[in-house]
């Protein structure tokens, strides 16, 4: 019998390519929404597949017993609900405290009334990993063994990108916390024998690019990531030229690939309380805009759009870290797109909403 998955999160940029691959494979999904107008969009979204798929509403992922009901019977859950934004106005109350409740909520849960669930998978992020007063420290390879070592307070105190590392870095800590009983309660996770009556996997992606799966609108709320690639299609980077980034370089990963990591982590007996880190490789702006050019998929009016800046001077080099993801291919089989077929297939996909907005 297929196993009953709980998502949270599946309405999202990342979650929706969760949800699909889920049901592409055959297995029974549960998404958690905040509303009935959301529970309408998801139901619509996966018509295909709607025999199984069910909704669940949540209003308040961060209240006591928010995930009681929603764990009753399946086999494992998916936490990918988190905010991500930077136009916050009170860090602690809208990135700090929801990442962090929000993970431990349905850890609760599950532990009081998710008598099978067997594994729970958290998103994380590389935000939770990335010690950002290094800067680029060159020679420098990040792996599963790094933290962020933001303060608390800092992330409350400081700017929306502080809040926002913050709060991936202090909402991985109590999913550990909870499972090592370390969390104030020593029997929080634990069942006969002291035992934990589930394991957890969390995965750290850095920056996600990739075409989207779900229904883009109007164009006007895509988030951080698809942003990102439509100021290359609108032309908004031509003014100044190549815009920096949050950094020169950074590692990326496509957000098939991050999904497929989800679903293999279900079944990998090895990813059991495992941390891996997802990348594929790293890149900069002005690398994206090197492969946008050099593609013949991308249309010669969005290529007119895009700067063309110090081509072949945006290649990652010595002079920044780099990363191992060699774990996440060994434990899960992942092997990753490369950044020329993630951003060109996520402008293609831009194009064409664009076109359907027109219509």
Same mark, same amino acid.
């Given at each position: ?16 390519? +969760? ?15 905040? %509303? ?21 509403? +949540? ?25 991500? %934004?930077?136009?916050?106005?009170? !860090?602690?109350? &809208? ?14 849960? +599950?532990?009081?009334?998710? *008598? *099978? ?6 998103? %994380? ?5 990335? *010690? ?15 933290? !962020?070592?933001? /303060? ?19 909402? &991985?800590?109590? =999913? ?29 992606? /850095?920056?996600?690019?990739? /075409? ?12 951080? %990531? ?6 290359? +299609? ?34 990998? /007996?090895?990813a059991a309380n495992q941390r891996i880190f997802l990348a594929s490789e790293m890149f900069s702006y002005q690398l994206i805009c090197d492969v946008l050019h050099a593609s013949d998929s991308v249309p010669a009016e969005v290529k ?5 800046? &110090? $081509?072949?001077?945006?290649? $990652?080099?010595?002079? =920044?870290?780099?990363? *191992?993801?060699?774990?996440? &291919? ?13 951003v060109v297939d996520t402008v293609l996909n831009l194009v064409e909403a664009r076109k359907a907005v027109k219509q």
């Open positions: 019998m297929s196993k009953h998955i709980l998502v949270t999160g599946g309405t999202g940029y990342v979650g929706t390519h +969760v949800v699909t691959q889920l049901l592409e494979q055959g297995y029974h999904v549960r998404v958690a929404v905040r %509303s009935q107008s959301s529970a309408k969009k998801v139901t619509e979204s996966h018509a295909i597949h709607k025999d199984n798929l069910t909704t669940v509403i +949540v209003p308040d992922i961060t209240a006591k017993g928010a995930f009681d009901t929603a764990v009753k019977g399946v086999q494992a859950v998916m936490h990918l609900a988190s905010p991500y %934004s930077y136009a916050v106005k009170n !860090n602690e109350k &809208e990135l700090l405290i929801p990442a962090i409740r929000g993970t431990q909520s349905i850890l609760e849960s +599950v532990q009081a009334y998710g *008598d *099978d669930v067997e594994r729970v998978v958290i998103t %994380s992020s590389f935000a939770a990993m990335f *010690d950002g007063s290094k800067g680029l420290n060159p020679g420098y390879l990040y792996s599963e063994k790094d933290w !962020n070592p933001i /303060p608390y307070e800092m992330a409350r105190d400081g700017d929306a990108g502080a809040g926002y590392f913050g709060s991936k870095k202090f909402a &991985e800590k109590a =999913a550990w916390a909870f499972v090592n009983g370390e969390d104030g309660d020593k029997t929080a996770a634990s069942g006969e024998g002291g035992q934990p009556k589930f394991n957890i996997t969390v995965l750290c992606p /850095p920056v996600i690019y990739g /075409p989207a799966a779900h229904d883009l609108g109007d164009l006007s709320s895509l988030g951080i %990531s698809l942003g990102d690639i439509q100021r290359f +299609v609108t032309g908004e980077l031509l003014a100044d030229g190549v815009a920096p980034g949050p950094m020169p370089y950074c590692p990326f990963v496509d957000v098939r690939d991050v999904a497929t990591a989800h679903v293999r982590s279900l079944e990998a /007996p090895a007119a759009n895009i700067p063309v800046g &110090e $081509p072949g001077k945006g290649v $990652p080099g010595p002079h =920044a870290f780099s990363f *191992d993801a060699s774990k996440s &291919e060994k434990l899960l089989g992942i092997k990753y797109r490369r950044l020329q077929e993630s």
